[in-house]
């Protein structure tokens, strides 16, 4: 695909399930972050990955985030024992090169509902 | 650490007029920093970016910052605003050792009036 794209666009759960958000980023591109913006606020930094290692995961909110990019690609996000608190539009970023200072673009996120 | 913020988190113009957008920045190292615009229903765009080279910026769709360090800020500005700028607009930073972990201010929703 031309751009960064991440499934489902919309998901819907209740509150103490586990959910998985996908990212799927520009080929070839070796950097990938993921945020999460609240209603009515700007992109909060959650974890960052080079290659296949997460080189940052300092905003990940506590031990119920967890992130994987086992081939360097395809990036999941994992939310175990979901919060109402977790509800938000999760966001996928990639950019090609290392250092991240290049554009990073952004997919149109996952809007997570927690019931 | 860094931080952005973002003056007034709504702004209406008239179609035409100037568009001002403010935005300050804190960091305790030179920074990198950027304007992403968001349209309702879409993923963030990046209009420009300052990277320590001219401090002067233009960006996609008329769109021009100017970073000024003694004011710590770097402001978003236009001259003639179009009814299809009407859209949610975000400043960001980072530094060189942050891997581009960017950092975004609140956001300001530009309205344009007819």
């Known amino acids: 695909g031309a751009g960064v794209s991440q499934t489902p666009s919309n998901k819907v759960t209740e509150k103490g399930k586990y959910v998985e958000l996908r990212c799927d980023p520009i080929?070839?591109?070796?950097?990938l972050y993921w945020y999460r913006q609240s209603l009515g606020q700007g992109p909060e930094f959650l974890i960052y990955?080079?290659?296949?290692?997460?080189?940052?995961d300092s905003g990940l909110p506590n031990d119920r985030f967890f992130a994987v990019r086992p081939e360097g690609s395809v990036s999941t996000l994992k939310i175990q024992r979901t919060e109402r608190g977790d509800s938000a539009v999760y966001l996928c970023a990639s950019s090609s090169k290392p250092g991240g200072l290049d554009e990073q673009f952004f997919g149109p996120g996952t809007r997570l509902t927690v019931l | 650490a860094q931080s952005v913020t973002q003056l007034g988190s709504h702004v209406s113009v008239s179609e035409g007029a100037l568009v001002l957008l403010r935005c300050n920045y804190s960091s305790s190292v030179p920074p990198y920093l950027f304007w992403y615009v968001q349209y309702p229903n879409q993923g963030l765009q990046l209009l420009l970016k300052y990277t320590s080279a001219a401090t002067l910026v233009k960006g996609i769709n008329g769109f021009e910052a100017e970073f000024k360090k003694s004011e710590t800020s770097f402001h978003l500005t236009k001259p003639s605003a179009h009814m299809s700028d009407a859209a949610e607009y975000f400043c960001?930073?980072?530094?060189?050792?942050?891997?581009?972990?960017?950092?975004f201010g609140q956001g300001t929703e530009l309205s344009v009036k007819p």
């Open positions: 990955f080079q290659g296949t290692g997460a080189a940052d």
């Open positions: 960001a930073v980072t530094t060189y050792n942050q891997g581009g972990k960017l950092i």
């Open positions: 080929s070839g591109h070796t950097a």
